[in-house]
């Protein structure tokens, strides 16, 4: 398969270098149409009032946090799998990504709650269960950074992402497995959506813009492993000779 050829770190240093560039702009871009869409266009909730457009970064936020530790586990996998030397570097270059988004979640999150239930916390099953995430996340980046061997490092923050992936569904299902005072979905694959489709669009380009955004922290991250890891390696040394 074609894409066998980029577990090769020089071949993912160069696609990295082709591609963060281009995804921050495209976050950039989704971003201010998003935001525009949301607090300029979409007209206010006949509950909530102006204080709902705090889900437009909250929503989107929250469900960055969960895909991206999928993602690393599912790097971790392949790490531990097939013992490819990317696979630990790209876990890496997504974990503190994954916990910006699960604190903007927490954050943003905060600011609805205190005006919509009177507090800025409360033990709710899915507020709880995001908290762990953020833990998951930091614990992952301490201990992997704690560790000298990249190997060693690679395969201890294997093991932590493989076993918190188990939290991430219990964030997404626990409005349902527990009475909680978090709304259930306003996005759903089964049903159709209950808001306004303009909030819907908003929505939508909003996480598109936080995808292109987590897409290009990775590859720009993963690019500044590479150089670390592989400071030995000749091709390395021809870009130090190449640079400027």
């Known amino acids: 398969m074609f894409w066998l050829q980029y577990a090769a770190p020089q ?15 495209l976050a950039a ?18 509950q909530q009032g102006q204080a709902y457009r705090i889900i437009f970064v909250h929503v989107p936020a929250s469900w960055m946090s969960m895909v991206i530790y999928v993602a690393m586990a599912f790097w971790a996998w392949l790490g531990l799998s097939f013992k490819t030397r990317v696979s630990g570097m790209m876990t890496q270059a997504l974990a503190p990504t994954g916990a ?3 604190f903007l979640s927490l954050w943003t999150g905060a600011l609805w709650g205190k005006p919509m239930w009177g507090a800025w916390w409360v033990w709710d099953a899915r507020l709880t269960s995001e908290l762990i995430l953020l833990f ?12 000298d061997d990249p190997r060693r490092s690679d395969r201890a923050g294997a093991v932590v992402a493989l076993v918190g992936v188990v939290n991430v569904p219990i964030i997404y299902f626990s409005v349902k ?3 909680t005072l978090h709304q259930g979905a306003s996005v759903s694959l089964t049903k159709s959506p209950s808001m306004a489709a303009v909030m819907l ?3 939508l380009v909003m996480t598109l813009a936080f995808w292109a955004y987590a897409v290009g922290m990775a590859f720009y991250r993963v690019r500044q492993t ?5 400071q030995d390696a ?5 870009l130090k000779e190449i640079a400027p």
């Not at 998951?136 to 560790?147: D, E, N, P, S, V």
């Open 177 to 179: 497995w527990w009475n």
């Open 226 to 230: 590479i150089l670390e890891r592989e």
């Open 136 to 147: 998951l996340y930091l614990g992952y980046i301490a201990l992997t950074r704690a560790i």
């Open 11 to 25: 071949r993912l240093y160069a696609l990295a270098g082709r591609i963060y560039p281009l995804a921050f702009v």
């Open 201 to 203: 669009w908003a929505m």
């Open 234 to 238: 000749a091709w390395v040394g021809e």
């Open 29 to 46: 871009l989704l971003t201010a149409v998003g935001l525009y869409l949301g607090f300029w266009v979409a007209p206010a909730d006949f």
């Open 100 to 102: 910006l988004f699960c």
